[in-house]
């Protein structure tokens, strides 16, 4: 089998240019061409000899995503992209435009297995980890395709980073390398449900990236009613986890919220947040939710949304409502996947 040459980091990729016989440097030419210059094909790499271009198109392949549908928004300029990879499988990718730079959101697995009750990505289950190589060429191809530098990469899309860490961690390595498109680690966020061994084991990385937890209920009980990954890693525990990330690395955490009316959004949520939130360094997104046709969850109206936000402030929480990118196209995210999905099956 051919191998996946989008995945390695540059000391990998020099390893294997000794494997196959070849100089050192050109693991720099290749990378650069993978990385930088975004090729999808070893016959764009037009400094390399056509026998080295053959050498590497026998042993490795680049998997590049396939552009299977664009939607932009009309009302932001919010572009959402579905990917077809090599074999066959759908993720999509988003791309928003903000006036501090343009932020792409990834999908980090086929699917996921974390079932949260509001979310459509994990309907069907879990088809399979991304590689490095797929995180990273879902941001390669949004620039190409948009002709838009990007900034900020978010791991918000379908799947649990924390349930594929190997190749996130070497994905984050790659996408911050000073060879590759150097987005810096502060520009980087990744969420995750709360897989607490993972997020210790993030923490000791030591990276510059801030971490985002799905918190959504603020007692035991209201969490792991939405979030069965709850029943296995409990809110204190999770807690517990957030405040070793601060510690080991000093970067502020951060908490999303997805407000989900008549269940998480009544003044005893706003009590039992201001409880386990008050005098902590962090920040708090809220998401009124975006309802999925699977589940009958409705959103709080807009006025509730900004009085429940109202106060939490008053209690000293640095405290947000997300800002609704792209409304007018294909809803919650996970949706356009999976309306590919169903016309397959
Ligand atoms: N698995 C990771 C990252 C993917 S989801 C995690 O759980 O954090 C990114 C965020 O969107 C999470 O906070 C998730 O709970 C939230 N989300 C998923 N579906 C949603 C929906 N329908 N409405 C609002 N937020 C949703």
């Known amino acids: 089998m051919k191998k996946d040459i989008r995945s390695f980091t540059i000391q990998q990729l020099q390893e294997e240019m000794q494997r196959i016989g070849e100089k050192p ?32 198109e026998a042993e490795y392949e680049i998997c590049p995503a396939k552009l299977v549908e664009r939607q932009i928004s009309k009302l932001d300029g919010t572009n959402k ?26 999908s980090s697995q086929a699917g996921c297995r974390m079932g949260c009750r509001f979310c459509a990505s994990t309907l069907g289950g879990l088809i399979r980890n991304l590689t490095p190589g797929e995180m990273l060429g879902q941001i390669y191809q949004v620039q190409k395709i948009s002709g838009e530098r990007v900034s900020n990469v978010v791991v918000m899309g379908t799947g649990e980073p924390l349930d594929n860490y190997d190749n996130m961690v070497q994905f984050i390595h790659m996408l911050s390398d000073e060879n590759g498109l150097h987005i810096s680690q502060r520009n980087i966020t990744l969420s995750t449900c709360g897989i607490v061994p993972n ?43 957030c405040e070793e990330y601060f510690r080991e690395t000093g970067r502020r955490m951060s908490f999303e919220y997805s407000l989900v009316h008549g269940v998480n959004d009544m003044p005893e949520d706003e009590r039992e947040l201001i409880q386990l939130l008050k ?25 509730s949304a900004v009085n429940f936000k109202n106060k939490l402030e008053k209690s000293g929480i640095n405290v947000t409502i997300r800002r609704e990118m792209g409304s007018d196209i294909d809803g919650a995210c996970g949706q356009l996947r999976r309306r590919y999905a169903k016309d397959k099956v």
């Open 25 to 56: 440097f050109r693991s720099r030419q290749i990378y650069e061409w993978l990385h930088v210059k975004l090729a999808d094909a070893f016959d764009e790499m037009t400094n390399l000899s056509k026998s080295l271009r053959e050498k590497l």
């Open 81 to 106: 992209f579905l990917f077809e990879l090599q074999d066959g499988n759908m993720v999509e990718s988003v791309l928003m435009k903000y006036k501090h730079g343009n932020s792409v959101c990834i």
């Open 199 to 241: 997020m210790k084991r993030l923490a000791k990385e030591h990276f510059q990236i801030t971490l985002a937890l799905s918190l959504h209920g603020a007692t035991q009980e209201k969490r792991s009613a939405l979030m069965p990954i709850a029943n296995k890693y409990g809110l204190d525990e999770v807690m517990e986890a």
């Open 279 to 303: 005098g902590k360094n962090c920040h708090l997104n809220l998401i009124p939710v975006n309802p999925i046709k699977e589940r009958d969850f409705v959103r709080p109206s807009r006025e």
